[in-house]
Structure formats: C-alpha cells, structure tokens
C-alpha cells in the first residue's frame, strides 16, 4: 500500500472543507479523483502534499505517517504535485525548472558550487542529461532554453508534469491536466499519463473534470462531493452510482 | 580541481584596473577607485538576496558595519601574520570580517525570512539599525566617536587586494548562480509554494543566500575599515542600505553585470556632481538619487540591465568571441 | 508612586499623538497593502507648514484657540495635499506592479522630501511657534496636568472618534473598509477604487498633520528630519496593534507612548530609540499579526 489517507479532516475556522477523507492506493495504480466543484478536491491534495496539515485523521506514505513533515520533505519522500492554475518558474528555461526539482538529489555542496569545481561541472552535465532525457519523453527537446512562462498552455502543462517527474516520485499528483485542453490534445494527454505511469513505474492520482479521461485510462475514480468520500470503484461502477449523479446533477424536483 | 579560466580573469582584471590606477590617477580618484570596488561587492552580494532570491533586505549596512568593526577590532589589537606573509594579514582580515557578517546574517536570517516582502524589508531595516545602535553604545568600540588609526594599505598593494575580493565576489557567485543552488534561489523567487512543493526548502536556501550575502557584506565592510583608517558608525546608517539598494535596483534586479555597473555609476555619480553641489551649497546627492529611484520604479522598474547578464545582450552575442 | 502617574499620563499623551501617526500607516497599509515609508515625511512637512504658515499670519503673536485652529488648519490642508499627490504620482502608477517597488518607491519619497526638506528649510532646528500658550490646570498631588496636555488629548480622541464615527457610519468610510478587503470586489459594487484610496491617503494625512501640530506644541524644536524617528515609532505602534487595523492602531499607540514612557524614566534614556526597533523585531517574529490582527492563510 503506497499512499493511506485515514479519516483526514481539515476545516478553515468553522468551514469543514474536508471531513473524513479514506483513500488508498497502491504502488503504480492510476486513479481518478471527481467531483463538483467546491468539493474539496484541489484541497484534499493539499492535504497530501503537505500544503495544509489535517486537523484530525492520518495520512501515510508507505507506511509512514507524514503528519507534521513540511511540503518539502513529503515532496522528497516521493509525492509531487503538479498545479491547478500552472506555478512554473516563469522566468526560467524550461530544462532549468525540470532541473529544480532535482535540486534535493544534488551530489555536490555549496563550497563546490562556490569555486566551480570538477565535481560540481560533471554533476551539472548529468543534471542537464537527465533534465534533456525527460524532455526528449515528451517530444520538447526544441523549447529546453525557451523562457517557461512565454510558451503556449498546453505545453507548460506538459512542463509542470515533467517538473513533477523529475523529483523522481513515487505518486505522481495531477491537479486537472487536461483543463484548457482541446479534444485531441486530451486523448494525447491519455496516451501520455498511461506511458508515464508505465515508464516511470509511478502511482498516478488525478484530478479532472474531463469525463472521457478520467472513464478512459483510470483503473479506479473516487468521488467527492462536500469533502467527503460519496462513491469509490472502477469506472462502470461510478458512471451508473445514483448518489454521483445526484451530486453532480441534483435531485429530480419531484423525487423530494 | 576548480575552473582556472575564471580565476585568470579575476586576477587579470584587478592587476590592470589596479596598475592603470597607480600609474593614471591621482591619490583622490584613487580612493574613488577603492570605493567603487568595495560598492561592487555590497551591490553583487545584496543581489544575490534581493534580485536572485526575491526576499528584499534593507539591512545590507549593518552587516557590512560588523564585518568592519570586527576586522578593525582584530588589527588594532593582533598581529596574525609576520615576515614574509606578512602581506597575508589584511586577506585574514577580511575573511574574518566576512566571517562575522555571516554569522550576522546567519542569526538575522533564520528568524526574519519566513516573514513575507514587506515585513522582511522592516525586519532587516531594524536589525540594521539595531546593530548600528549598539556599536553606538559600545564603548568597547569607541562608541560614537568610533575607532581610529585603524591598519591599511595604500596605494597598489590595497587596490589590487579590493579588486581581487571584487573579482571573486562576481566570480563565486555568477558561479553559485549556474549551480542547482542558483536555480533554488530563483524558484524561490518565482513561486515559494511551488518550490516547496518540488523538494526545495525555501527557509533554508533564503538562508544560504542570506549567509553568503552577509559573508561578502561584511568582507567589503573590512576592506572599507582599512580604507578609511577610521570608523563610526554614522557610515553604516539605513541610508547606506538604502545607497546598495539603488546600485542593485538601477542596475538590474537579478544581473550580476547590472550590479556592477550600478555600484560603479552610484559612486561615480556623486563625484561628477561635485561642481554642481560646490555651486547651489547644499548636499543634492541624496535627493537626486531618491528621485532616481522613484523614476526607475516608475518608469524602469528592471533596471538597465533587466534579469539579463552582458552575455545574454544581442550585441555582445553578435560580437563576443565564441567562447 | 504619584511619579508613577505622571509618568502613566505623559505616556498616554504621546501614545495619543503615536495613535494619530499610526493610523495614517494603518489606514494606507489596509487599503493598499503598502508600508507608507513617506508618511513620516508627510507628518514632518506639517509640522514646517504650520511654522511657516504661522509666521505668514503672525499668528504667534495672537496665540489662543484661534490661531491654534488656524495652524491645525494650515497644517490639515497641506498634508492632505501632499499625501494626495504622492498618492497619485508615486504609488498610483505602480498599482498593479509586484508590491516591493511601490515598497522601494515608497523609501525613496521618503528620503527625497527628508532632503530635500533639508535644503529647502535647512537642517538646523526651528523653533515651533507658541500658537498656544501652556500653563498648568490642575494639581493632583504630585501629578501635573498642563493645559497642553489636555488639549492633544482632547484633540487627538476627537479626532479618533471622528474616524471612527466616518469610518463604521459613513458610506465612504464602508467603501474604504471594502477596497481594504478585495479591490476586485469593491469595484463590482460600483465603488470607484481611486477615488476611496485618494480619500483615505487624505485623512492619513491630515492626522499626520494635526498630529505634527500637537508635537510642535508640546516639543517645539523641530527640523527635517524629525519624521524619521517619530514615524517610525508609530509605525511600530501601528504594527504593535496589528497594522491594518484601526482600532489596533490606537492600542497600538497608547501602549507605545507608555512604553517609552516608562522606560525613560526608569531604564536609560540612550536606548529609548533602541526600543522602538526592538519592540517591532520582537512583534514580527512573534505575532506578526499584532495584537488585533488576524493571521490569514494563503489559498493555493
């Protein structure tokens, strides 16, 4: 079992935006995460990510709880995220904000960094190496100089997600990958998720609102809806479950 | 096995400018030289907080005063070195100027940057004065008259050692900027959530920028004490944070090269003024130089340089040899 | 322990004035987000307004409630005025730049009426003119009550009562408390966001200049660069009480003016400047939020 959310709760004064969240998932599993809006769900990843901390319940990483752990350590232990509203690093290169989440992987110190030493130019080579082999297994080698923030949409998603994999994760977590994207540019983005999660042996948790993706490629959909779990099961089971549909469409006026 | 290349440069560098200086100008623009070179270090080293991390700091003066008063304390009190490296003392002394800066910015910063922009700006302000106030106080080191006969040298010996730190400031940190750590400080910059949430830990990469910063400030506040032979603390008040800021902000936030170039136009300036003051009687520097930030704000917020480097500019591009 | 009292008294007199500073930083710093570095200027060009305005009207030679309300007057108009015009010249164009520019700007209006006050009225002290005359009202054991003293603190509450009045019970006043939350938002309900932010920085300033006035009464020598010190000290009030925050502000202050107070008398008068930056060091790695401030929690 790779990632266990038990009963996670986590409310902003008296607004209980998540209340006992379960949600598990097993190493290399892709699973989806749906709901309307306002229902929690960008928030329950902040909770994983170690943005927010729950204010009751546990979530654990292998086994480990990573309750009190900054952003930072979870991301190092192998949960890295990508964003709603895109957060690259604008005015960086490309190949510059996929090599930032190496940064915790780097072999040398700062007295090397300082003088330039040897050490410090061969790991850099390999860093560049690695951040190019990421960037050649989304066909974007051409833009790795480009200033991030100055290339079209679709890509600087494709740059948040390489960014994300380059922290080398274990669970991959997307926050709407396909939003803004065109019907062809999402079935791409499908094919893409599957090979990653194939090639880089990772556990993908997605958010998304696009119905096609998500029935398409996720092996399991969790529902929520009011910060709480409302359905979970394979894609058939959920397309049919009445209480998602309720939540998504509301009640029939003469059903009340 | 560090990169020669650069350090070949360094060397060269300062050995002209610090020949062409002994043999060219007089004992007054001489000194003008000096200073241009210890403004390059405080500019460089403050960008490397302001521009390249994004955190501003205001308190630049009172790192720069402790490394001063800190490498004065020991030359008027110790003699490290004698015979023949002998001429290794005021090296020593400028390392252990910058040794105390450090360990001031180490103790400044690990509380004030979690604060965000604005109450950053006021943290620092405060220690910076704060410090300014106790060495005021602190008869141990002349309070407000200061300490005086304070070691140097003069003339090509002390020339060459400032443009040498200088030389190296620039070099150390564009190299640290190339680095993995460069990238941190300028994630942290763009975006701190973000970088957070890509493994970096931003109180502590603000941190180790804060400490180099403060290294190189008071490095530079040491090679002033021996420049100027005297101190007090009226030369480290806010308004000399304030003079960093206007070289950083008018060259370029975020360009090494922009740095340099607004260290040497901000001392620069002052002097090519001297007629214009000798004629209306009253000290217009300051009010020029406030009214140059506002403007730059206003109408140039990125400085000449922008975030780039001379590398980056087209022409140089164009005609630079390949290298 | 009477010593005490006066001391409790005098503190709170200058806490009122720190208050009446504070709120000017308060005010902007809940509308704009913006430390106002270039309000301790504003605060220091009344106080030069009011001397020379004095010496225009020889009011000095007529002193009494008259030419006090003249030189309050004076000193209103031409520190509104000026506020308004460092609103619009030097922080509006920056309105939607990051917010440390407009915080460097800010330091250089500063700095640039700091010298050029000092070029163009000199950097030696003048002396405040005696519009009013002091004397003493009442004895209470050993604790005396000048007349100055109950003048700025009949001022300065008036004049906090005042904003408070406007601020909770006007419609300008609710429209400066809306931009303060959202501009976004209190543009959609047809609030015209300039017009409210040319306003507050006008009555920030127009405190500032009264409050200019009650120190060059109670502490005549003044000079350019007496704004520095002072404003500082109430901007530190002002974050005391929690900077944004109006009624903070005034706590803020009170408990400053006492604090100095107090240590003056009791502790060593060399680092009463000291405390200042102390205090506000101590507050921001504390309890940034001050003591009626809220934390608020970045949405990501």
Redesign the interface.
Same mark, same amino acid.
């Given at each position: 079992m790779l990632l266990q959310v038990k009963q996670a709760s986590i409310q902003?004064g008296g607004l209980k935006v998540i209340e006992g969240l379960d949600l598990e998932l097993s190493q290399g599993e892709l699973v989806g995460l749906i709901g309307p809006n306002g229902a929690g769900k960008?928030t329950a990843f902040?909770l994983i990510s170690g943005?927010y901390r729950p204010t009751s319940g546990d979530i654990r990483l292998e086994g480990e709880s990573l309750l009190g752990l900054k952003a930072y350590e979870i991301a190092r232990r192998g949960v890295v995220r990508t964003?709603q509203n895109i957060r690259l690093f604008s005015t960086l290169s490309v190949v510059k904000n996929i090599q930032v989440s190496m940064h915790s992987f780097c072999s040398y110190g700062l007295s090397s960094a300082l003088f330039a030493t040897g050490q410090f130019r061969k790991a850099e080579q390999e860093s560049r190496q690695e951040a190019m082999r990421l960037l050649e297994f989304f066909s974007l080698e051409h833009l790795a100089e480009d200033e991030a923030g100055s290339l079209p949409y679709g890509v600087q998603r494709k740059i948040e997600i390489m960014r994300a994999l380059a922290g080398r994760p274990k669970l991959l977590l997307l926050d709407e990958p396909a939003a803004g994207l065109n019907h062809s540019e999402t079935v791409v983005l499908m094919e893409l998720i599957q090979k990653i999660r194939r090639e880089f042996n990772v556990a993908v948790l997605l958010i998304e609102h696009d119905m096609k993706l998500v029935m398409g490629i996720c092996e399991r959909i969790v529902v929520l809806d009011h910060g709480t779990v409302i359905a979970q099961g394979r894609p058939t089971e959920i397309q049919g479950n009445k209480k998602v549909i309720e939540a998504y469409l509301g009640v029939e006026e003469d059903a009340i | 096995m560090i990169s020669w290349r650069g350090w070949a440069i360094v060397v060269t560098v300062a050995l002209t400018f610090s020949g062409a200086g002994h043999l060219f100008l007089n004992a007054y623009l001489q000194q003008i030289l000096f200073y241009i070179g210890i403004n390059i270090i405080l500019a460089v080293s403050l960008n490397l907080v302001n521009g390249f991390c994004g955190q501003?700091s205001?308190g630049h003066a009172g790192f720069m005063a402790i490394g001063a008063y800190v490498s004065a304390l020991v030359s008027l009190n110790f003699t490290l070195l004698q015979g023949p490296l002998a001429f290794l003392n005021f090296p020593l002394f400028a390392l252990l100027g910058g040794l105390g800066g450090a360990i001031a910015g180490w103790a400044v910063g690990l509380?004030?940057l979690r604060?965000r922009?604005?109450?950053l700006?006021? @943290?620092t302000l405060?220690?910076g004065?704060?410090i300014r !106030?106790?060495l005021l106080?602190l008869e141990v080191v002349g309070g407000a008259r200061g300490l005086y006969g304070i070691p140097g040298d003069t003339g090509f010996v002390a020339c060459l050692h400032i443009y040498l730190w200088a030389g190296a400031t620039v070099l150390c940190i564009w190299q640290l900027l190339q680095s993995s750590y460069g990238r941190a400080f300028l994630s942290v910059r763009e975006d701190e959530?973000a970088a957070e949430c890509m493994g970096i830990n931003t109180t502590r990469t603000k941190v180790t920028a804060f400490v180099i910063s403060s290294f190189f400030a008071g490095v530079a506040g040491s090679l002033f004490a021996h420049t100027t032979n005297s101190l007090n603390p009226a030369s480290f008040q806010f @308004?000399k944070s304030?003079d960093v800021?206007i070289m950083v !902000?008018l060259g370029g936030s975020g360009s090494v090269t922009g740095s340099v170039v607004g260290a040497i136009l901000v001392t620069v300036l002052p002097e090519a003024l001297r007629p214009l003051q000798a004629w209306t009687g009253?000290?217009?520097r300051?009010?020029i130089?406030?009214?140059?930030?506002?403007l730059m704000?206003?109408l140039r917020?990125a400085g000449l340089f922008g975030g780039r480097e001379l590398s980056q500019l087209k022409w140089w591009r164009r005609n630079a040899p390949t290298s | 322990m009477e010593e005490l009292g006066q001391h409790i008294l005098n503190g709170l007199n200058l806490g009122a004035i720190y208050a009446l500073i504070a709120l000017g930083y308060t005010m902007v710093y809940g509308v704009l987000?913006?430390?106002n570095f270039a309000h301790s200027e504003v605060y220091m060009v009344g106080a030069f307004a009011a001397y020379y305005g004095a010496a225009q009207f020889q009011l000095a030679d007529n002193p009494g409630w008259v030419a006090f309300g003249l030189t309050l007057a004076m000193a209103i108009v031409v520190c509104s005025i000026l506020g308004l015009c460092i609103e619009r010249f030097?922080y509006r164009?920056?309105r939607n730049?990051p917010?440390?520019?407009?915080?460097?700007?800010a330091?250089?209006?500063?700095?640039?009426l700091?010298?050029?006050g000092?070029?163009v009225f000199g950097a030696d002290p003048k002396l405040f003119p005696e519009v009013l005359q002091d004397r003493a009202l009442f004895t209470y054991g050993a604790i005396q009550v000048q007349m100055f003293d109950v003048t700025i603190f009949v001022v300065s509450i008036a004049a906090m009562l005042g904003l408070n009045w406007f601020i909770h019970h006007s419609k300008t006043g609710m429209a400066i408390r809306a931009v303060s939350f959202s501009f976004r938002s209190a543009t959609l309900m047809g609030i015209n966001v300039n017009r409210t932010i040319m306003i507050t920085f006008a009555i920030g300033s127009a405190l500032a200049g009264v409050g200019a006035v009650l120190v060059g009464l109670k502490y005549p020598k003044i000079d350019p660069l007496m704004g520095m010190l002072f404003g500082l000290k109430a901007f530190v009030a002002a974050?005391l009480g929690g900077i944004g925050n109006l009624h903070g502000a005034v706590i803020g202050g009170l408990l400053m003016g006492l604090c100095e107070q107090i240590v003056v008398a009791y502790l060593s008068s060399?680092?009463r400047?000291?405390l200042a930056?102390?205090l506000?060091?101590f507050v921001?790695?504390v309890r940034?939020s001050g003591i009626m401030g809220k934390t608020h929690?970045?949405k990501?």
């Open positions: 902003f960008t902040n943005i964003f | 501003f205001l509380p004030s604060l922009g604005d109450y700006a006021i @943290v405060g220690f004065e704060i !106030v106790v106080n959530v @308004v304030v800021v !902000v009253v000290d217009v300051m009010v130089y406030s009214l140059l930030l506002i704000m206003i917020p | 987000q913006l430390i030097a164009p920056l730049s917010k440390v520019n407009t915080l460097i700007t330091i250089g209006v500063s700095l640039f700091q010298f050029t000092q070029v974050v060399t680092y400047d000291a930056f102390g506000l060091i921001l790695l940034p929690v970045e990501v």
